[in-house]
């Protein structure tokens, strides 16, 4: 099958194109890095391939994969119009090692300018350099760190677990005393802000409407924003690093700890990616309770963005929050009885689901169902889409045009809310979405209230999906598939078959090994397309684990969208994003 | 204006005392009633981390209710609050400002550490995360769990209130 992607970039570009790799269905073009800048303008302005949407800016290194040079940085597109994607891949020649050299290549921010703080967090936790980048400045760690975590000569870090404890013993003496891991960091930020004639001033970490730990500065011409600079990585907990030094399955708890209103999507997001690495197949009934339950964790994430932000907005609609969390609760009731925890439940894992449904699964499903749709929305509706207070706070606050939002690589229901109808369920449908009838709602607003009727109308056609998918559910079939290369054995198997034995020792104590290539996942996440790369060397550890998390793209927006607008909208404009701490800074 | 009684509105007396004399005092001694009023009026510190703290939210909404155990009115600013909970894991980069907040809070002061990451760093062994908030705060109780449920929040609540209401007065912490 001829790619015209590559084909037109061979033709154009015959120098710069080192390499084409074709893998599980995804294209790799290696490039050469002083022609990037110019093949990127190329990709993005032709008519043929219009790239539009930069997903993910990401650095490896590939020093254990015997590959020189030792530095490349990998550049996922995505092309709405076209429908399209590919990689590319551009080896960083120069400085390899240490002692403050860094490689360096071209930054992109000029074509696609949603890779700024993409390059930011790759010269943060890589190490490489981006000549060109307006700001290239720490995101993640502290500003006075040393070194670079993600790259391989970087240990894990750490303490070691001790599993007796002898409080009498002197080398725990200094247990629970007041060590501080470092120096205390006072404002690092306003480097570039006007401090003569403006006010500067700080919300965060600690603010009941940042939703977490997000810091922000803020330059003000009296009530006006002028200039906002987030401040993350207060949460910065080494998911990446993690995610290389631990096998394949041991990794899906971690993801429901990343945007942790949301822990069934992102499991679904992982397996799916180390599935389509392992040429697994997944049961059809399997695949179905996957879309089921994913739909049921979207209502849930709506309905916490929704109680928090009528919060936010306006304290006297604290009811919301209330029976916001209440349907949310019967949501995690039914999580519960599926398989055991609220909030963090590894349900999926790779090749299907860790146990069967319950047997009163699908009533509990319709019960929620009947309370929640239609009367459940509508009442959500009927308290708000018509209050004065809440237009008048939404309304025209935090407006994104499409043109804006595709450059920023914002994605999920922001995208739709100013007029995209772009949603990866429908643009490449994965796990079986193709077969269940929904609408893509959109709005032309483009402004908070925009926003908020996106979402309104999603959780609406979630319920759709989720009824249609409970017709076609059949208790009973397999929930996992039987390659005993990749799921344990049933346990009546071990004691009557030495080969499910063999299989069962194999798996708990080594793991699978998936071949050598790269894969990189997308799903529609509630907040909008997050991404799992996966670049296996062949054994049991991901020897690169990148994650693209919606809500760190879709955050960098905010000072586009606070520009010119009151101090006050700020919040709006926060909790409109609907963004999770967990995910942004992971 | 008064209103006439009439019949349909029969007049109410007063249940008659048991025994004589106005109920008019109790014994007991200014340390014990102080703690008893503090630990039925924490103030927690409006502040969440990561997964624990959407647990901790869904604590004060009213299927669990922490209200019912007088601790619901969680302040925005560490002045006012007198107990804050940590929910979830606390990085490098966090701790300067978790001690901070810590120290603005006025005297006396509690800390839970909610969920295994705010305990002893949890599934999180490496360079970003700090094993244990106790490494840079003196911690008063610990909830296990991956996140705790509510009700083990309200479990640990109670056993700080038992805490509370031993502290005894004009104790200095610091
Ligand atoms: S203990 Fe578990 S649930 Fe709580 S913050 Fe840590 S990872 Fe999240």
Request: net charge neutral; with cysteine; proline share 7%.
């Amino acid at each position: 099958m001829t790619n015209i992607t590559t084909e037109k970039l061979k033709t154009r570009f015959p120098d710069a194109v080192l390499g084409v790799e074709s893998f599980k269905g995804e294209t790799t073009v290696t490039l050469k890095a002083d022609s990037l800048l110019e093949t990127a303008r190329f990709l993005r302005d032709d008519p043929d391939l219009q790239y539009n949407l930069l997903l993910d800016v990401y650095g490896m290194d590939r020093h254990r994969l015997g590959l020189s040079p030792r530095f490349a940085a990998q550049y996922e597109l995505f092309s709405i119009p076209k429908n399209r994607r590919i990689r590319l891949n551009v080896p960083i020649a120069g400085p390899q090692a240490g002692n403050g050299a860094l490689p360096k290549i071209d930054s992109v921010t000029g074509v696609w300018p949603t890779a700024n703080w993409l390059e930011r967090e790759t010269y943060d936790l890589m190490g490489i350099e981006f000549a060109g980048h307006p700001w290239l400045h720490r995101i993640m760690m502290p500003r006075n760190w040393v070194g670079h975590p993600l790259r391989k000569d970087y240990p894990l870090g750490g303490e070691p677990v001790n599993f007796s404890f002898d409080k009498d013993n002197p080398r725990f003496a200094h247990l629970g005393k007041q060590i501080m891991a470092g120096p205390s960091f006072h404002s690092e930020l306003a480097e570039e802000m006007d401090e003569e004639g403006h006010l500067i001033i700080n919300m965060g970490p600690q603010h009941p409407a940042t939703h977490g730990v997000l810091r922000l500065a803020v330059e003000l011409d009296g009530e006006r924003v002028v200039k906002i600079q987030p401040e993350l990585g207060y949460l910065h907990s080494g998911f990446e690093k993690i995610g290389e030094n631990r096998r394949y399955e041991q990794f899906i708890p971690y993801c429901d700890r990343l945007d942790y209103l949301a822990p069934m999507s992102n499991n679904l997001g992982y397996v799916m990616t180390v599935e389509r690495l392992l040429d697994v197949d997944v049961p059809q009934q399997a695949q179905y309770a996957r879309i089921l339950l994913v739909e049921l964790q979207r209502i849930a994430s709506h309905l916490v963005w929704l109680g928090t932000h009528a919060m936010d907005v306006s304290g006297t609609i604290h009811a919301l929050l209330m029976y916001a969390f209440n349907w949310r609760e019967k949501i995690l009731d039914i999580f519960e009885m599926v398989c055991g925890a609220r909030m963090t439940t590894s349900y999926f894992c790779v090749g299907g689901l860790r146990w069967p449904l319950p047997g009163a699964f699908q009533d509990a499903v319709r019960h929620f169902l009947t309370g929640f749709y239609p009367d459940g929305i509508n009442e959500f509706e009927g308290m708000i889409t018509n209050n004065p207070i809440w237009k008048s706070r939404l309304q025209e606050v935090g407006y994104l045009s499409a043109e804006q939002a595709i450059a920023l690589g914002v994605t999920g229901p922001m995208l739709r809310g100013s007029g995209l109808a772009f949603d990866l369920r429908k643009a490449q449908p994965y796990s079986g979405y193709d077969r269940f009838d929904f609408d893509v709602p959109t709005s032309d607003r483009g402004d908070s209230y925009g926003r908020y009727l996106v979402r309104m109308e999603e959780m609406r056609q979630s319920v759709r999906i989720v009824e249609q998918v409970l017709n076609k559910l059949k208790p009973g079939g397999p929930h996992k598939t039987s390659d005993r290369k990749v799921v344990l054995p049933p346990r009546e198997e071990i004691s009557t078959s030495m080969e499910a034995l063999i299989h069962h020792f194999k798996l708990v104590t080594e793991g699978f090994k998936p071949p050598k290539g790269q894969v990189y996942g997308l799903i529609e996440n509630p907040k909008g397309i997050l991404g799992f790369g996966v670049v296996s060397d062949g054994s049991a550890v991901p020897h690169r684990l990148r994650m693209r998390w919606p809500s760190f793209v879709n955050l960098q927006a905010t000072d586009t969208m606070a520009r010119g607008g009151l101090l006050s909208d700020i919040v709006t404009i926060i909790g409109s994003i609907d963004i999770v701490l967990g995910e942004v800074d992971r | 204006m008064e209103l006439e009684p009439t019949a349909a509105m029969p007049k109410i007396t007063p249940a008659p005392h048991e025994k004589d004399g106005a109920p008019g005092f109790v014994m007991t001694n200014l340390s014990e009633l102080v703690g008893w009023g503090r630990k039925y009026s924490l103030h927690p510190l409006l502040f969440g981390l990561a997964c624990c703290a959407i647990e901790q939210i869904t604590a004060g909404m009213s299927r669990f209710d922490i209200a019912r155990f007088g601790a619901e009115v969680f302040r925005a600013s560490p002045r006012q609050a007198d107990l804050i909970i940590i929910s979830g894991r606390v990085s490098n980069k966090m701790a300067p400002v978790i001690k901070r907040l810590h120290e603005q809070m006025l005297e006396p002061k509690w800390v839970i550490a909610m969920g295994d990451c705010a305990s002893c760093g949890g599934p999180f062994n490496n360079y970003a995360i700090i094993q244990g908030v106790d490494k840079i705060i003196p911690v008063d109780v610990y909830v296990p769990g991956c996140p705790p449920r509510p009700e083990a929040l309200f479990y640990a609540l109670t056993r700080l209130q038992d805490k509370v209401q031993k502290f005894g007065l004009g104790v200095r912490q610091g």
